[in-house]
């Protein structure tokens, strides 16, 4: 990466060539607001650039018919990852507010999705079948074409990784929008694709906005076959419609609310420390934070003492800190908007904790609540916070975790070994852990019901996200 003066500067990488731009941005530190360094800021241009080189590999080049070409690129990704861990997980907690902890998980559960995509990318998923004498039939996965794949900021080495893997993976090019919020990060990973030799110049695009130009630009234009988006569920209607004239294909992860069912019969020593962490970890700034606390009456005046009690004690500080145990929001203005959020649910509930604020660090809160569609419980806040909601029953539970528009992830607490199975069936969820929470397995899909999100991330629904299925036939002469 270049310098700019003393710092680092962040460029685009297109069509296998580095570009910058005539606006450039300013890296912060989110806990310090020191600056980290510049980035080159891009837009519509930048995005347009990126899908015509998207297109030109995918049409002129033998990449989407090369499954050891893919494969190869993708180990070869990993590699880079490995080499360059210490420098992400650094970056990524000056730069993301993450503390040391979280962006070590993230670095390093993205190197074993890759090798996973790479081995998927040599891996039949066809069929063949004589129908008839002397009529064959079969199918054959083939990549949708250019894909266009949009980022977020609160993890975006695995959450890039988790689209543009399964995208590469299925013979797709790639076009890639990422976050202003991590300019660096995002030009340590061009660096990492640069270095990639089986990637052709083209198959893989990254450039970065701060404005909202380039994005629409991705989702609205022909060129661009398939698009994966990470985000809120609000964006996500906007881009069902602007994707709409062209009916390319979307997957979608969006919005959470995660209900965390905690019954009378629950191991609270175990529960609890979980619990925290739901809600804490990425400074609840994770589509799957726990930001619903669901109990039954019975165990409810013990687990509120011991909840308050951690939250009260959780220590707020820089990532880089060892003695930190959540690091910072993303910036001041998102923190200012989360502690309003609190503020304003205190004239219909009770808060229990209230978090402190100290610019871009602020404390966790928990807020108990009984009216299921006040608006704490009903929309996302996408940072430390969480309700404190009873229930009487199993019926009760599920009633209520199910009242959201929401449905990405829930988990249940208990010691019964039906109810897991009984109470799961019947949420209205993606992934339901049982006495756990956020396990995610690259071979096992995640996804949300409802409006957390259309299609299917990770597994082997990943993988055909970017695929279409074709259907040969072939009439042999008769003997």
Same mark, same amino acid.
């Given at each position: 990466?270049p310098?700019?003066?003393?710092?680092?500067?962040?460029?685009?990488?297109?069509?296998?060539?580095?570009?910058?731009?005539?606006?450039?941005?300013?890296?912060?530190?989110?806990?310090?607001?020191?600056?980290?360094?510049?980035?080159a800021?891009g837009?519509?241009?930048?995005?347009?650039?990126?899908?015509?080189?998207?297109?030109?590999?995918f049409?002129?080049?033998?990449?989407?018919?090369?499954?050891?070409?893919?494969?190869?690129?993708? =180990?070869?990704l990993?590699?880079?990852?490995?080499?360059r861990?210490?420098?992400?997980i650094?970056?990524?907690?000056?730069?993301?507010?993450k503390?040391?902890?979280?962006?070590?998980?993230?670095?390093?559960?993205?190197?074993?999705?890759?090798?996973?995509?790479?081995?998927?990318?040599?891996?039949? =998923?066809?069929?063949?079948?004589?129908v008839?004498?002397g009529?064959?039939?079969?199918?054959?996965?083939?990549?949708?074409?250019?894909?266009?794949v949009?980022?977020?900021?609160?993890?975006?080495?695995?959450l890039?990784?988790?689209?543009?893997?399964?995208?590469?993976?299925?013979g797709?090019?790639?076009?890639?929008?990422?976050?202003a919020?991590t300019?660096?990060?995002?030009?340590?990973?061009?660096?990492?694709?640069?270095?990639?030799?089986?990637?052709d110049?083209?198959?893989?695009?990254?450039?970065?906005?701060?404005?909202?130009?380039?994005?629409?630009e991705?989702?609205?234009?022909?060129?661009?076959?398939v698009?994966?988006?990470?985000?809120?569920?609000?964006?996500?209607?906007?881009?069902?419609?602007q994707?709409?004239?062209?009916?390319?294909?979307?997957?979608?992860?969006?919005?959470?609310?995660?209900?965390m069912l905690?019954f009378?019969?629950?191991?609270?020593?175990?529960?609890?420390?979980?619990?925290?962490?739901a809600?804490?970890?990425?400074?609840?700034?994770f589509?799957?934070?726990?930001s619903r606390?669901?109990?039954?009456?019975?165990?409810?005046?013990?687990?509120?003492?011991?909840?308050?009690?951690?939250?009260?004690?959780?220590?707020?500080g820089?990532?880089?800190?060892?003695?930190?145990?959540?690091?910072?929001?993303?910036?001041?203005?998102n923190?200012?908007?989360?502690?309003?959020?609190?503020a304003?649910?205190?004239?219909?509930?009770?808060?229990?904790?209230?978090?402190k604020?100290?610019?871009?660090?602020?404390?966790?809160?928990?807020?108990?609540?009984?009216d299921v569609s006040?608006?704490?419980?009903?929309?996302?806040?996408?940072?430390p916070?969480?309700?404190f909601?009873?229930?009487?029953?199993?019926?009760?539970?599920?009633?209520?975790?199910?009242?959201?528009?929401?449905?990405?992830?829930?988990?249940?607490?208990?010691r019964?070994?039906?109810?897991?199975?009984?109470?799961?069936?019947?949420?209205?969820?993606g992934?339901?852990?049982?006495n756990?929470?956020?396990?995610? =397995?690259?071979?096992?899909?995640?996804?949300?019901?409802?409006?957390?999100?259309?299609?299917?991330?990770?597994?082997?629904?990943?993988?055909?996200?970017?695929?279409?299925?074709?259907?040969?036939?072939h009439v042999?002469?008769?003997?």
């Amino acid at each position: 990466m270049p310098t700019s003066g003393t710092l680092p500067h962040a460029r685009h990488y297109i069509d296998g060539r580095w570009r910058d731009s005539g606006a450039r941005g300013e890296s912060r530190s989110p806990a310090t607001n020191d600056l980290l360094g510049t980035f080159a800021d891009g837009g519509a241009e930048e995005a347009r650039s990126a899908v015509a080189a998207a297109r030109r590999a995918f049409d002129t080049t033998g990449w989407s018919r090369d499954r050891h070409r893919r494969a190869a690129a993708l =180990h070869e990704l990993a590699d880079h990852f490995e080499n360059r861990r210490e420098e992400l997980i650094t970056l990524l907690t000056r730069e993301n507010g993450k503390v040391l902890s979280e962006a070590a998980l993230e670095v390093d559960g993205t190197i074993p999705k890759l090798r996973y995509y790479a081995a998927l990318a040599i891996t039949d =998923h066809g069929r063949a079948a004589e129908v008839r004498p002397g009529m064959y039939s079969m199918t054959l996965r083939e990549a949708v074409g250019v894909a266009g794949v949009i980022v977020p900021w609160n993890s975006p080495v695995i959450l890039s990784a988790r689209s543009f893997a399964p995208a590469l993976a299925a013979g797709c090019t790639v076009a890639m929008k990422m976050p202003a919020q991590t300019g660096l990060v995002n030009g340590l990973l061009s660096e990492i694709i640069a270095d990639t030799p089986s990637l052709d110049p083209g198959v893989f695009n990254v450039f970065t906005e701060s404005g909202n130009a380039g994005a629409p630009e991705l989702v609205s234009s022909s060129g661009v076959d398939v698009l994966s988006y990470t985000g809120s569920t609000a964006v996500g209607r906007v881009i069902m419609k602007q994707a709409a004239p062209t009916l390319k294909a979307l997957s979608m992860e969006l919005g959470g609310k995660t209900p965390m069912l905690v019954f009378d019969d629950a191991d609270l020593d175990a529960a609890v420390p979980v619990l925290a962490k739901a809600i804490t970890t990425f400074a609840g700034q994770f589509c799957m934070t726990g930001s619903r606390v669901l109990v039954q009456r019975g165990v409810a005046d013990e687990l509120r003492r011991r909840l308050v009690a951690s939250l009260e004690t959780v220590r707020v500080g820089p990532g880089d800190d060892p003695a930190s145990e959540m690091g910072a929001m993303i910036d001041e203005s998102n923190a200012q908007r989360v502690e309003q959020t609190v503020a304003a649910a205190a004239d219909y509930a009770t808060v229990l904790v209230r978090g402190k604020r100290d610019r871009a660090l602020l404390g966790p809160s928990l807020i108990e609540v009984a009216d299921v569609s006040a608006p704490i419980v009903q929309r996302e806040v996408f940072g430390p916070v969480a309700t404190f909601e009873l229930f009487d029953s199993e019926a009760d539970a599920v009633g209520r975790a199910n009242a959201t528009e929401f449905g990405l992830a829930a988990s249940i607490w208990t010691r019964d070994l039906d109810r897991p199975l009984r109470v799961g069936r019947e949420l209205r969820a993606g992934t339901v852990w049982t006495n756990t929470w956020a396990v995610i =397995h690259d071979q096992f899909e995640e996804g949300g019901f409802k409006q957390s999100g259309v299609g299917r991330l990770n597994g082997i629904r990943g993988i055909e996200e970017f695929q279409e299925t074709k259907h040969l036939v072939h009439v042999a002469p008769q003997l």
